[in-house]
């Protein structure tokens, strides 16, 4: 059973920086995609980077220039580096791999809360 565990979220000021990391505990075959979700009170998950295969990466653009999401193969761990956060950054964030054989099916983080106050 393999288990995303992530790290590295709290409270930061306006204009400050966070990282997050997802380390995998098991291997996952055949990743397709790694990426960063977000939920904040009362809205929808969305999707804030994600990370291909092949290395091409896609972010949301309400964080275009200020996130950005890289891997570590070697330690099964992704990483969403955050600057210049802002007050409406604040949400739980959830990690997400998409793979396996047989599959793709998504595995999912627990969530860790980034606050950010004015």
Do not use: H
């Amino acid at each position: 059973q393999v288990q995303l565990v992530e790290s590295g979220g709290g409270l930061v000021q306006a204009g400050g920086s966070l990282r997050l990391s997802c380390a995998a505990a098991g291997s996952i075959f055949n990743i397709r995609t790694m990426g960063w979700y977000r939920q904040a009170p009362g809205k929808r998950r969305e999707l804030v980077a994600i990370l291909f295969s092949g290395g091409v990466t896609n972010y949301a653009d309400s964080v275009k220039g200020r996130f950005t999401i890289s891997a570590d193969n070697a330690k099964n761990t992704v990483y969403l580096q955050m600057n210049n956060l802002k007050p409406e950054d604040t949400a739980v964030y959830y990690c997400n791999v998409r793979g396996g054989i047989p599959g793709p099916r998504d595995y999912w983080g627990q969530g860790t809360q980034v606050t950010v106050s004015s």
